[in-house]
């Protein structure tokens, strides 16, 4: 019996729509080596470019448009001229909160081949799987400007921690590290931050009780920065807030190959509305339309798409793929110290994925 997923494709700018045709070749592989698998992919020019010449990031009716899609495929946004606030707020973050994706999952993992600036490192040392929670806290968008322009100006920025929005997260990371049979830390700041950071500890504790089996620990952001590069087996699951994961995960990408290999998923776990997967670099203008992007990072959050549909064996197989790539080293973007295109990366990875399953059977 065939299966047909439905992925709406946003290339975005700069590099992404050059990394996103790699993830959607891998993809294809995928459903070709399987035969009951099909995806169908819908594109919106939706972006900066598109915001030049519209006035919107996305259509009025773009939310209403992506609803009956079963994920949501991103490449990259940004471009000189267009406000880096507008093209978040007027499209990334209007997707997340419009579809209550309130989980952003963002594996670091140092895998086999992968560079790594830490001296004398086990491999196995880096290996954390960061819960952030993805529709509030931080950028939950609250605030005021007030006197603008005046010698009196005051600029308010107002994090939101709802106990619903702080709850969910801490319960999901819970779950998951009860799974997965590992440790769950929780990274905050409740000595400064007397009222957010206070809750989020307080909720932490509470949820704890339910999952007395799961080994917990609780760090200040800072010294949670400091010892990810000190002492990185320490942290296997982490939770943390909005801001505090968006930064700590540009940290834990650069201890695990780059920011090359850094990949994200935004989901709505109830399934109610479709989830987000993309690369989490930028959209590096200087290089689009070069062939020197990197699309390893949107080849994993493919791999995390699979995951994500109930295919976790298709998502192992492209991890595997990227890990013997990176192992061969022969067949590397510049950022990766090789002098191959994106397309030959791609090509190459679609290759191992069919060596691959040719040796293994596919269920």
């Not at 998923?265 to 290089?287: K, L, Q, T, V």
Request: hydrophobic share 40%; charged share 25%; with cysteine.
């Amino acid at each position: 019996m065939m299966s047909t997923y439905k992925i709406a494709v946003i290339p975005g700018d700069g590099i992404g729509p050059e990394v996103l045709q790699e993830g959607i070749k891998v993809l294809n592989k995928i459903a070709e080596l399987d035969g009951s698998l099909r995806f169908e992919y819908t594109y919106f020019p939706w972006g900066c470019e598109y915001y030049s010449k519209h006035g919107v990031m996305m259509d009025e009716d773009g939310i209403e448009k992506l609803k009956g899609f079963d994920a949501i495929f991103l490449g990259a946004v940004g471009f000189p001229g267009v406000p880096d606030h507008i093209s978040l707020w007027d499209l990334l973050l209007k997707i997340r909160k419009s579809f209550d994706q309130y989980i952003n999952i963002r594996p670091i993992k140092l895998i086999n081949g992968a560079p790594c600036p830490l001296k004398d490192i086990n491999r196995k040392d880096v290996d954390m799987l960061f819960i952030r929670e993805n529709s509030e806290g931080e950028y939950a968008g609250a605030g005021e400007w007030l006197f603008k322009g005046q010698e009196n100006e005051v600029v308010l920025q107002t994090g939101v921690f709802s106990r619903k929005g702080t709850e969910r997260v801490i319960r999901y990371a819970f779950e998951t590290a009860r799974k997965e049979g590992k440790s769950l830390t929780s990274i905050s700041k409740g000595n400064a931050l007397n009222y957010s950071m206070v809750f989020w500890d307080q909720v932490f504790e509470e949820v704890s009780k339910d999952y007395p089996d799961v080994k917990t620990a609780s760090y200040l952001v800072d010294a949670a920065a400091m010892l990810m590069i000190t002492d990185p087996k320490r942290f296997e699951v982490v939770v943390t807030s909005n801001l505090f994961g968006d930064i700590l995960t540009d940290l834990g990408a650069a201890l695990a190959g780059g920011i090359g290999l850094a990949a994200g998923a935004n989901i709505n776990p109830e399934r109610n509305f479709p989830s987000m997967f993309e690369p989490i670099h930028g959209s590096a203008p200087d290089i689009a339309g070069l062939g020197l992007a990197n699309p390893l990072a949107t080849i994993w959050s493919a791999s995390q798409l699979l995951d994500h549909l109930g295919y976790e064996n298709y998502g192992k197989l492209v991890l595997d793929a990227i890990e013997e790539l990176l192992v061969e080293g022969k067949i590397l973007t510049p950022d990766m110290k090789g002098t191959s295109s994106t397309s030959e990366v791609g090509d190459r990875v679609e290759g191992i994925v069919r060596s691959l399953a040719a040796s293994k059977v596919l269920k």
